[in-house]
């Protein structure tokens, strides 16, 4: 069976609570490997959320749905303060990436707490911001960015991941909305050890199954090489997306 957009590959999904310093209960779902130990993990940091961005955004659904099974990584996505989805809705208000970090915090603590290994983040547009500017944590591995604005994360930042030094990689659609891949390597060039990827033909919101593949493939090819490249086949059971 070719894995198409709809499809939900097996895995071990549940509802989990995070709880940020300043007393917010967040909305998420931590998804396992379905037979064995995951390799890595990944934490997801959703688009706006005032531009209907959330844990269900597309590309996030997908790589939950996938990786697990694909790579053996564990993928967390929640909802951050005051978002919500079809899981349900965080407390507090939308904090315009500031109020944000302790959403972060309260991620990265999950993963510590849960034993899950070698956590990396993977912010998209707006959680990009997130990373940048709240991710220099010692527990998190690197980061990958897709769509990054470069909008409310500064020079200071990409300075400040310069001096954290941990692997950062960022996807830049050709037809980018914000920041297109020629103006991303004159600004991630502060911080010399990351690594810009012009995607052709690609936009914004990464829309369609090709553009989704080469997300996915290009997240497993940083935190779980030995799966690079990811199958386009699955002969197990499987699911079907009902957001679709």
Do not use: C
Not at 53 to 81: C, E, Q, W
Request: glycine share 6%.
């Amino acid at each position: 069976m070719e894995i198409r957009a709809s499809t939900v590959l097996p895995a071990r999904r549940r509802p989990i609570t995070l709880h940020t310093a300043d007393g917010l209960a967040l909305v998420g779902e931590l998804a396992l490997p379905q037979d064995n130990d995951p390799v890595a993990t990944i934490i997801f940091l959703h688009p706006l959320p005032t531009a209907e961005g959330m844990m269900d955004s597309h590309v996030i659904r997908k790589a939950s749905y996938r990786l697990p099974a694909l790579a053996d990584i564990a993928v967390l996505r929640f909802n951050t303060r005051g978002t919500t989805s079809r899981h349900g809705t965080s407390e507090g208000e939308f904090g315009d990436g500031e109020a944000e970090r302790y959403d972060v915090a309260a991620a990265i603590e999950f993963t510590e707490f849960e034993d899950l290994p070698e956590p990396w983040l993977v912010g998209w547009s707006f959680g990009t911001e997130l990373a940048l500017k709240w991710g220099h944590d010692p527990t998190v591995q690197g980061a990958i960015l897709l769509s990054p604005p470069l909008h409310r994360a500064t020079d200071a930042d990409l300075d400040a991941w310069a001096e954290f030094g941990r692997p950062l990689v960022a996807l830049v659609p050709e037809y980018d909305d914000y920041l297109r891949p020629d103006e991303a390597r004159k600004r991630f060039a502060r911080v010399p050890h990351a690594e810009v990827i012009g995607v052709p033909n690609a936009r914004h919101l990464w829309v369609g199954e090709p553009y989704v593949r080469i997300v996915l493939n290009e997240i497993v090819k940083r935190v779980a090489p030995q799966a690079y490249p990811l199958p386009t086949e699955w002969d197990g059971p499987y699911e079907k997306d009902t957001l679709l």
